[in-house]
């Protein structure tokens, strides 16, 4: 059974920054493309930003340069540190497996709440 834990959200005021954390169970982290993902009220979910297995990383524009995705293959976790962040990015963050082992797959978190305070 997969698992994916997100944590680390919380308020912060604008300019702050927050490292989300995503604790893998019933996956491995190293083998598979893992992103984090945010929906804000009234507004379609979004990828923030994503990591493949070989570890290639790609990022929204509106988050390059101030976010970061990260694993540690040891822990089974993935990371997002977010700095300088903005009160647009205010939004519950997702964690999402979207292949393991060359298998297409589609599991989420349980979500973590970011509020960003102006």
């Known amino acids: 059974q997969v698992q994916l834990v997100e944590s680390g959200g919380g308020l912060v005021q604008a300019g702050g920054s927050l490292r989300l954390s995503c604790a893998a169970s019933?996956?491995?982290?190293?083998?598979?493309?893992m992103g984090w993902y945010r929906q804000a009220p009234g507004k379609q979910r979004e990828s923030v930003a994503v990591?493949?297995?070989?570890?290639?990383?790609n990022y929204a524009g509106s988050v390059k340069g101030r976010f970061t995705i990260s694993r540690d293959n040891a822990k089974n976790t993935v990371y997002l540190q977010m700095n300088s962040l903005k009160p647009e990015d205010t939004a519950v963050y997702y964690c999402?497996?979207?292949?393991?082992?060359?298998?297409?797959?589609?599991?989420w978190g349980q979500g973590t709440q970011v509020t960003v305070s102006s």
């Open positions: 999402n497996v979207g292949w393991t082992g060359g298998r297409r797959r589609d599991y």
């Open positions: 019933g996956v491995t982290v190293s083998i598979s493309a």
């Open positions: 990591i493949s297995s070989g570890g290639g990383r």
